[in-house]
């Protein structure tokens, strides 16, 4: 089995949230979504994952600040985020060895459940590129710069989660390149670099925070997955 990482990376501004607070440091149940997405990492899987979290300096500031208040002595490395998703993720690339097991899980994904972890890191030892994707369930339009739209074939589409679990050196590799915009995620950068992707099931209670809206819906998931 290979070592296993992940990169968490938790170095927005969180603009489109729209509060004072970066949504990763926004409390989810009481507890800040940072902390909920670490744990499920460090706490309750079968093996030992290595952390690595790009985080801007005010974030920074601040979840050492709470880790201090709440006396949490958990094991990661924090390393400076950069300008957007893509330079924070090739910064902390620098942390991963080659031949390990690399996964890429956005902070703001604090629902992810345990038991898909597992699955996309085993998946990881047979695939040298692991991503999870959801299908399409409303109608799809394209729309032109004029505002016209026309039908889309959603059958052909698929929506992508993360955690994305990658062969490392394989990871490392592709981010040799240069930054796009078109770059949204890991799979993308992979992509470019030749790599075929394998996909697999997500889960659509692995939402990402993106808005006050995703925030309720957040409160109202993490309930029912009490009760279930
Ligand atoms: O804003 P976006 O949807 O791209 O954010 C996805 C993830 O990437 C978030 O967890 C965010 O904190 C992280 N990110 C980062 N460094 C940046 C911008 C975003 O680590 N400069």
């Known amino acids: 089995?290979?070592?296993?990482?992940?990169?968490?990376?938790?170095?927005?501004?969180g603009r489109r949230m729209g509060?004072?607070?970066?949504?990763?440091?926004?409390?989810?149940?009481?507890v800040p979504v940072l902390r909920r997405t670490l744990d499920l990492f460090t706490t309750g899987l079968p093996f030992e994952v290595h952390v690595i979290i790009p985080v801007n300096p005010s974030i920074k500031s601040m979840w050492v600040e709470y880790c201090r208040s709440e006396g949490l002595m958990l094991r990661y490395i924090l390393v400076p985020g950069g300008m957007t998703r893509f330079h924070s993720v090739r910064?902390?690339?620098?942390?991963?060895?080659?031949?390990?097991?690399?996964?890429?899980?956005?902070?703001?994904?604090?629902?992810?459940?345990?038991?898909?972890?597992?699955?996309?890191?085993?998946?990881?030892?047979?695939?040298?590129?692991?991503?999870?994707?959801?299908?399409?369930?409303?109608?799809?339009?394209?729309?032109?710069?004029d505002g016209s739209s026309s039908m889309v074939a959603r059958d052909g589409y698929r929506l992508v989660q993360t955690p994305q679990v990658f062969?490392?050196?394989?990871?490392?590799?592709?981010?040799?390149?240069?930054?796009?915009?078109?770059?949204?995620?890991?799979?993308?950068?992979v992509e470019k670099a030749g790599v075929p992707l394998h996909l697999c099931p997500g889960n659509r209670f692995n939402i990402k925070l993106t808005t006050p809206e995703d925030m309720a819906l957040a409160e109202t998931l993490l309930r029912a997955k009490t009760i279930l």
């Open 91 to 145: 910064k902390a690339l620098g942390y991963v060895p080659d031949g390990a097991l690399v996964a890429v899980h956005d902070a703001v994904r604090p629902l992810v459940r345990r038991e898909d972890i597992v699955r996309l890191y085993d998946e990881g030892e047979k695939w040298p590129a692991v991503v999870p994707v959801l299908p399409v369930t409303d109608s799809m339009r394209l729309v032109a710069p």
């Open 1 to 13: 089995m290979r070592e296993r990482y992940v990169i968490i990376p938790a170095g927005g501004s």
């Open 167 to 189: 062969h490392s050196e394989v990871l490392k590799n592709a981010y040799r390149t240069a930054f796009s915009p078109e770059f949204t995620d890991d799979a993308s950068v």
């Open 19 to 30: 509060a004072d607070i970066p949504k990763q440091m926004l409390r989810l149940g009481g």
